[in-house]
């Protein structure tokens, strides 16, 4: 159960150089607001994008929000010093994209969160109705260049932190600051530790498995495919993942490769341990496509791609690779 305590917008206008801060709070007793809130907000507290990370000693944002949680300060002053923060950064980046703001607090399975979104603008067309004098009613085609994301839209510049613990989860944007990269969310605004996202921790081990079975000879297809099904079978009985144990599993019958998959990881400075969303490790991990040097594209489930009895590659004498597809009884055409 998600629940909304407090909620306001600030508007960010580039073009004039101006940051709106709201001197009232959203009316999230609304239907529309609430709805919209929630939505964002539950799609990111389960995001396998989500980087975590810890308030660094020097942090300033830690001080502000430390306030507010004792309630030294109200929550219109907290969502102000984070729009204005964050606006003044924003304004320093070579990325000045019209954007809005929204700073929450609200409260899921009883924790205590203070969150902020960075909306960008989006450009979309609609209708006007236009009474000409002497011609009647005319309609018109017209842009409209403030639109808000829609709820199950992409957020890429956003953090939710815990009130209690001070844990942050968070999505960040590099962007060049006086000539410099910067990812304003963690380096500038909060002033936190990073640990990458378990989306990309699995994305990192499953290149570095077929990168070994590659050069070991081994097939590559095969091997990640038994890398993605170790993710799907990990997330029915556990929330964590582990790369090292990947690599026990994957690579279990060749020492050498094993060898050679957890100095990569060690390499990677890879986490022991990364929390994944069940949900999202299995949309990640429940199929893998195949592109021949023939132009053939297959899409195979990753628990059918290292399974013999439907599908087997052949390694021919002339060292090119056959695959044979097994036990079709039905072939549907979907062109």
Known sequence: MLTI????????????NLCLLSRQELDVSEGLVDTYLVKQLERLLTSSDNKTGSFLDQSLFKGELTKYRDQLEDFLSFASYVGTDFFHYLSLSDKLDPADLLVVDFTAEDVSYVAFLLLGHKTAYTHQVVNEAEGGVSNRLI?????????????DSYALINQETLEIAFGDVIR????????????????????ISAKEVIKTVNKIAKSVAEEHAANAAVVLSKAKSYVLDNVEVSDKFSPRELGDQVFADTPAMKSDFEARVAEAHLPPTVQ????????????????????IELTVPSDCLHNPDYIEFINNPDG???????????????S
């Open 320 to 334: 090119s690779l056959s695959i044979e597809l097994k036990h079709i009884s039905k072939l549907v055409n979907r």
């Open 5 to 16: 305590n407090h909620g306001a917008l600030q508007v960010f206008d580039f073009t004039s």
């Open 143 to 155: 842009p409209h260049y403030a639109i808000l994301p829609n709820p199950t839209q992409k957020v």
């Open 176 to 195: 060049h600051i006086d000539g410099e990269e910067a990812a304003v969310v963690a380096d500038k605004l909060l002033q936190c530790s990073t640990v």
């Open 276 to 295: 994944v969303d069940k949900k999202a490790a299995v949309a990640a991990a429940k199929s893998q496509k195949l592109k021949t040097d023939t132009g």
